[in-house]
């Protein structure tokens, strides 16, 4: 069943993306008590990237957070969220804006879970992360660490 849920939301993105419409998304920066990063690596792309994805339709950015961190790594949000930041993208023709949120509280050990487009999952040091971080996730990273000011675009 979770596939079928994972395949619907699918089909709703790339409708949203062929009708020209806007899109939110929610990301993750999920940190340790080691100050690691969870890292995601999908099926359909290359690099590592922080867990996310869509806000279905009738759904809070909380509950798509709860729902994308648990769908993709397994872990369960335990304590309060800190909103990072909200930006900008239009790299696909279409107007996204993804939501940053640092999480620091939460329970379970980290693995794939139902989210069929995850090929691996992995802690990294968060200043040591793997060359083939996507570039936006190590620009998040920067900002967060404050090596840099915090962009409006994605």
């Known amino acids: ?3 079928v849920k994972w395949m619907i939301s699918s089909l709703r993105n790339f409708a949203r993306r062929i009708g020209g419409g ?3 998304g929610v990301r993750a920066l999920i940190i340790d008590e080691s100050d690691r990063v969870l890292l ?3 099926t359909y792309l290359n690099g590592w990237f922080t867990p996310g994805g869509g806000v279905n339709a009738g759904e809070t ?3 798509a957070l709860r729902r994308e961190v648990f769908e993709e790594t397994t872990l369960q949000i335990t304590g309060e969220v800190q909103l ?4 900008f993208s239009n790299s696909e023709n279409r107007d996204d804006y993804p ?3 640092v999480i620091r509280e939460f329970s379970g050990t980290a693995r794939i879970g139902d989210a069929a487009e995850i090929a691996e999952i992995g802690w990294f040091p968060i200043d040591a992360l793997p060359e083939s ?3 936006k996730t190590r620009q998040r990273v920067s900002e967060f ?3 840099c000011p915090k962009s409006e675009r994605w």
């Open 1 to 3: 069943m979770p596939l």
């Open 22 to 24: 806007k899109t939110v």
């Open 40 to 42: 995601v690596r999908h």
């Open 61 to 63: 950015l909380m509950e």
């Open 84 to 87: 990072f930041n909200a930006y």
């Open 99 to 101: 939501v940053l949120y």
């Open 133 to 135: 971080t996507s570039p």
């Open 145 to 147: 660490r404050g090596l």
